[in-house]
Structures are given as structure tokens and as C-alpha cells.
């Protein structure tokens, strides 16, 4: 991070294979879609040698692998993996989406990583979600520094989005929100616009000139002279307050010079430690130039600020059983440790592993235990994920690494690295991989609940032979999106977090899997109950020859308190009914309770009494008590009127202050009742609340525009509720009838 030269750091072609932990660095990128983390990703491999020109290289290139629907848009929708060389340190680049709908990919490249980039345009700002993701790489301690980019625009000011940063950023102490540079700006052009063509390094005080499409260093003019050593003089400040010498400060305040190589140290020890956030200028190279402005600067912060693996605690580990372990050491000699972080599936390789080893080494066709998270839904109509926890030994095949559209063979993965595994085929995102002698479970990664519903079904015979398989493929390698197989409605729900990620999901099951599926409307799990206490008498009496059908009972119906299910109960006297048909009329009333008695819905909460009847010494027979016992349910219901019931959902919604106003607003709309609201802390609100499911299909949405993507939320299913009159005559027409 000082005043090094470099020529060509880098191993043309990408980077050379990790030999030991502290010759690591994984960097996540984080930021908005549009921000440029993906152009800067380009113009660091190109700084670094990885490429010989800049943009996109389509064979061998260096940014992500886009979706088909995707790559026609020009948005990643994938994190990727593009691993540099800069000074004999491997860098592993990871490039996140900055759509909302694909934060599972972010959060496995923040999983994955060590440190973090915060990209942020200064055309655009500081958006919301990006805060968050910051306030919770804070709360883990991760070490982050800012990279400013699209200085060109005509309205971009590095100083003014510093200052932003520091206040969205910075809120404990925005004098650890610092530049490290400042840009210097050429001639002015014919629209007034001064184009950024060097940075002034502030430390060393020299001046790095890009004009030419190399970095070109010198001492600075006197023009320069007074805004370096104003900022420098911040910095320096900065820089000792985080300082773990607490001698710095009385040093520096006594006047004393304090020496480059020693603020140096002091800074790269404050950024590992995540206290200091030095805020970076960073643009593409030109085109036929090799070096974009601010990459030499970046790749330094990077190899000289950020952690080394070893410096970053491994997460918590546990048996298969959930009994605590020691935590393991970033060792290559150790035993195998290493995690999921992505799955895809290559049409020619299979099942594609990328892998981040904590400790020990991998190799190909070498056996790893396979251990993976169960998950369970969360009631009624909510998302679930089948199946109990996994666990298999497989054999691991070849080893790669990623660099753009290829996969190039390595020996080994070393611990502290990431790879790719092929032909894994039980392994799933999120699980781990150790050794069969001593299997180990990590804490599992947080990730939002999908709760955006989209119901499909087969568009043809061919497509239904295929549909589970494609349904399971895609929720194995997207640990965000769950599969629910209603059985109340019937329906095939896939639960997304948006809808670009219900579109993309759908994509890739046509063009990956070559699955065609129809989307239809969402059901509700509705029910019926009756709505008051009613007697009737069902009669089955029929003479064909032979044998006849004959059975009469008589029921009494009365509704139960929410929750109750269907209570049977024989007041039989006198053998009206003999002992062995009273079953049989049980089964016909809980058989037309589960059909529904008016709307199709099931029918619950209620108490089925039965009284009397009449039997036949030769004619009476199970089946005929059963359509009896079905009979008199529907005839009672005729009688009593029945209700239409809704599931209601616990709601807690996590929402900045300033958007508590309209969420309010927005759940009393949807016939919400508020529970209560508690101050969280950082400026947020906790709104606790229910509301019918019927109101809430789409809230995933909805909610995201009203709190500009700052918000989440969570659902639970509570219990089923009268639907008012008016409503429930809608859900008749509408929900009822698609049943």
C-alpha cells in the first residue's frame, strides 16, 4: 500500500495455485447492480496479467458465467470466482450479484470470504440494502474498504461520496471512513467535464499518473501540495487512533514525523482488525491499455491490508449428533475441513462443487463425508425443504479452478483456497466435507426465507417425468429457494425471494433441465367449519337384487374453537347402530370432512355426534354406513350454513424507522392486526403483527418497494380464522372456485 512498482505481478492466464494459507486472500465484492463490481473484477484480472485485454474475454475471459435469460439482460445473477495473482499472493476474487432476489449468492460469497470490497457508484450512492450488508459483515467483524467508481459522470465528486460514505458507513466513528488517495482530474473537455486521470498517494505523497494506460509515478506539483497534506493529515490522524501502538499518538502530537513504512503498518494492522475502512477510486483501463486507474493501489490494500485465512476464525463445528467441537486450525496438514459454498451443473461434467477448505488439503479422488443441514417447513402454506439431515461418503473428482467460462485442472486445494469438486453428487450448497474417519457439521450460514410463492405444474406428459428431478436439482444448488408439495391444495409450490429469482428459476429448468412448466394461481390453504349446531339423518337405502345398501344414521354437528380438528363421538343406544358399523360412519364423515361440504375446502373444528340409526340384518354393510355417515355430514351442513376459514400468519417485520409509517399502513390495508413495534437498535423497527395468508401471498414484493429493499420479514403460520362476510363471498369466487 505504499509507493511498490510493479510490471507484471500476475501469472498470465489467472493465478497460480495457493502453496500455503498465507498466500491467500478472498474478497467478496459487494454493491448495487450497476455499481461495477464486475467491470472493476475485469480490470483488476487485467492490472494483475490474468488477461491481455480488457472487457469481457469470452474463452478464458474473467467475469461471472451469466444465465441465458441473464446474460440477454447483461446482469449476473451468480456469484463467481475469478482468482488473480498480484506479488505472489493468490487473490480470489468473488463477484456477487446486486439484485436483491439473488442475496444467497452474496451470502455465500460473504461465507466464503475473508474481507470485503464495498463498490459503490458515485453517480448513484449509498442505496439501502447495501448498508445492511455492511451492518452485518460489521457485526461478524469482517475487514471492508470502499472502491468508488464511475468517476467519469459529469455530477460524480469523490469528496462529496467519501463524506457519504463516512455517514452511512462510518455512524461510530466516521474518521475511520478515510481516502487513501485523491483523484487528480486532466483538462477539462468540451461539456466542462474534467476526466480523472492519476490518484495523489496520500502516505507516500507521490502522484501515480494513468493517462497513458500504465501507471506513471511522480513527485507531486505545488498545486497539489495543500488538499494532500490537509487529507493526509486526516488520514495519519485516522490511522493512529486505530493504532494497536499506543506510543503513535503521543509521537505524532509531539510533533514527531512519523515514517511511511510505520503508518503503513499501522494501517494494514487496522484494516485486518476490520476498525479502519480506507475508501479506494477505482476504473476501467482504456481500451489497448493494461492497467485501469486505482487496480495497483486495490490489489496492494488487498494483499497487504486484508487477512490472510489463517487470521480469520474457522465457524463453529459440531458431530453429526450436534455435540460442540474444538475448533479446527487453517492448516494444510490438518485433517479435511471445507464447505459447499455454490453448486451448479455443467451439461458435460455434471454436478460442479465450489469449495472453500478451512483446513487440511483436497485432492482429487480422494473420499470426503458429505454432511448436510436438514430444514423443515414452517406450517401451513410456508416454504419446506424434504428430507433429514444427508450424510454419504463420495469420492471427489477432478480439481479446478474457475476462470470465466473454463475450468482449469489443478493438483490440489490447499486450506485457506477455494476450488471447484467435480462429481459430488450428493453434496449440496451449504453442506461439509470432512473426513469419513472423523465427520464434522459447520453452523449453517443465514439465509432469508423465500416467501414468494410461485405454484407450477407439467406443461406436457414429457415434462412431468421430469419435473421432480428438475425441481430437486434446482433447490440442491440454491439453498434460497424451497419446494413445497401442498396437501391441502394439491399444488407444486416453488418459494422464491423475488420475482426475478422466480423468473430465473424458471429459465433454468427449461434451458438447464429442459423442463417446461406452466405457472398457475397460488392457492390458499382455505377450510370450512360450520357456523352453528344442526342435526340431520343420512339415509343410503338401495335394492338392485341380491344383496341391497341399507344404512341410516342420525348426526348431531356443532363447531369446536379454532384449532380443534374433527371430534367424533358415539351416543349409540341400544344397538341402533350395531358396534361394528359406528367405525364405518366415522370414516364416511371424516372422508367428507377432508372433501369439504360446501366450498371444497376441508372441513374443521367441529364435533360430529352420532345418536341413531337403523341397520339391515343382510343389506347394511361397511361401505353403505360410510356413504350414510357422508351423507348426513352434508345435509347437516345445509342446515347450519357453513364459514369459510383463512390462515392467519404471525408477521415480524425488521424496517428502518423512516419507513415504519408505511408499512403500517400498508398491513392495516391487508386487514392486518398490529401487535406491538420495538426499537431494535441502528435506527430500526420490529413490527409484529398478523394477517390473513390470502393478503400476504405477494407481500415479498410489496414490502421491498416500500422500505427501498431495506426491510425483511418472516411469516408463521398461527391458525385458521373466519373469513368476514364480505370477503369470504370473493374467496368463494376466486380461490374456491380454482379449487
Known sequence: MGDKAHTHPGAAGGATPAGHPASVRNVVLAG????????????LALTAGAVNRAGRVEDGGCVSDYDEIEHRQRRSVQLSLVPVTWDGVKVNLLDTPGYADFVGELRAGLRAADAALFVVSAADGVDGPTRVVWEECAAVGMPRAIVITHLEAARAGFEEMTRLCARAFGADDPDAVLPLHLPLRGPAGPDGHAPVTGLAGLLPRRLYDYSSGERAESAPGPEHLAPVEEARARLIEGIIAESEDETLMDRYLGGEDVDVPTLVRGLERAVARGVFFPVLAAAPAAEGARQGLGTVELLELVTGGFPAPPERAVPPLTTPGGAPREPRACDPAGALLAEVVKTSSDPYVGRISLVRVFSGTLRPDQTVHVLGHGASGNGTGGAQKDGEPHEADERAGALTTPFGRQQRPVAEVVAGDLGCVARLGRAETGDTLSTREDPLLMTPWEMPDPLLPLAVRAHGKADEDRLSQGLARLVAEDPTMRLEQNPDTHQVVLWCLGEAHAD???????????VRVDVVPHRVALRETFGGRASARGRHVK??????????????VEPLPVGSGIEFVDRVVGGAVPRQFVPSVEKGVRAQAARGVATGHPLTDVRVTLLDGKAHSVDSSDAAFQTAGALALREAAADAGVLLLEPVAEVSVLVADDYVGAVLGDLSGRRGRVLGTEQ?????????????????????????????????????????EPVPPQIAERLRETVGAAS
Do not use: D, N
Not at 32 to 43: F, I, N, Q
Not at 504 to 514: I, K, P, Q, W
Not at 688 to 708: C, D, F, K, N, Q
Open 543 to 556: 335394492q338392485s337384487g341380491g344383496h341391497g345398501q341399507y344404512a341410516i344414521c342420525t348426526i348431531e
Open 680 to 720: 431494535t437498535g441502528g435506527g430500526r423497527t420490529l413490527v409484529r403483527a398478523e394477517a390473513p395468508e390470502t393478503e400476504i401471498g405477494r407481500y415479498a414484493v410489496v414490502l421491498r418497494s416500500l422500505s427501498h429493499g431495506t426491510a425483511r420479514f418472516g411469516r408463521r403460520y398461527a391458525r385458521h
Open 504 to 514: 430465473v428459476a424458471l429459465e433454468r429448468l427449461r434451458g438447464r433441465f429442459g
Open 32 to 43: 448495487p447492480s450497476g455499481a461495477g463490481k464486475t467491470t472493476l473484477v475485469e480490470a
